[in-house]
């Protein structure tokens, strides 16, 4: 099982909701991540979990709030968004620091803010 | 910092060879991945270098010079499905070293 799930697939949301993404990864891997990408734009990181525990936040707005209950799932809630955080959302998944393996992707969430 | 560059895009004819080119400026490095990436899906992982050389995988082969900061991923006996987004991502090293950060892309389309 090389796959990461993310769901929803695509979400539209208002300005006032909140809302949860979420993924989900069966191979091992310690170290689970979420990346923003606007179309045309290569992923941008926002943050790392390893080991269950955040170890990087590149200074994301506090309206996104990560988490990790374990270290298969990883969570994005999501809370009084603004149309610019338009976006696909992806999650992404590798093996522990030091060993040379690639980052799998899941196939993102489309996020619309309205 | 990261500065990754790459062109933004490149034609081929279908059968034909196509080479990208990424050049990189990192405060760290720790192997260098190209992704390809179809419009509105995930990326997926093609190739990782992290010492001088060539890497070969069937169609596809990615060369790195670490002393020239410089990766190409070639693309062989090109198909139409090979219409994407490639995406060259340096990993970072120390603290870093789960950071991938990613060159802009380059879209290649593929004619018949």
């Known amino acids: 099982d090389t796959e990461v799930t993310q769901t929803p697939k695509h979400l539209v949301m208002g300005m006032t909701n909140k809302k949860s993404l979420k993924c989900e990864q069966h191979m091992g891997h310690r170290a689970m991540y979420w990346y923003k990408q606007k179309a045309k734009k290569p992923p941008e990181l926002m943050f790392v979990?390893?080991?269950?525990?955040?170890?990087i936040n590149e200074s994301v707005p506090s309206r996104f709030s990560p988490e990790c209950p374990n270290s298969s799932l990883l969570n994005l809630h999501l809370h009084a968004l603004q149309p610019e955080d338009s976006a696909l959302y992806l999650c992404?998944?590798?093996?522990?620091?030091?060993?040379?393996?690639?980052?799998?992707f899941g196939q993102g969430t489309r996020l619309t803010v309205v | 910092g990261q500065n990754i560059d790459q062109p933004t895009e490149m034609t081929a004819t279908e059968g034909a060879i196509v080479q990208i080119n990424c050049t990189y400026q990192t405060s760290g490095f720790n192997g260098l991945f190209w992704y390809q990436q179809h419009a509105g899906e995930a990326p997926t992982f093609l190739s990782y270098n992290v010492l001088d050389g060539l890497e070969e995988k069937g169609r596809f082969s990615s060369f790195l010079s670490r002393s020239k900061g410089y990766s190409y991923l070639l693309l062989k006996e090109l198909q139409m499905k090979d219409s994407a987004s490639y995406l060259c991502a340096v990993r970072g090293e120390g603290s870093n070293d789960y950071k991938l950060s990613f060159g802009a892309g380059t879209t290649v389309t593929v004619r018949a």
């Open positions: 979990y390893s080991y269950e525990k955040l170890s």
């Open positions: 992404a998944s590798s093996s522990s620091p030091g060993q040379t393996t690639e980052a799998f």
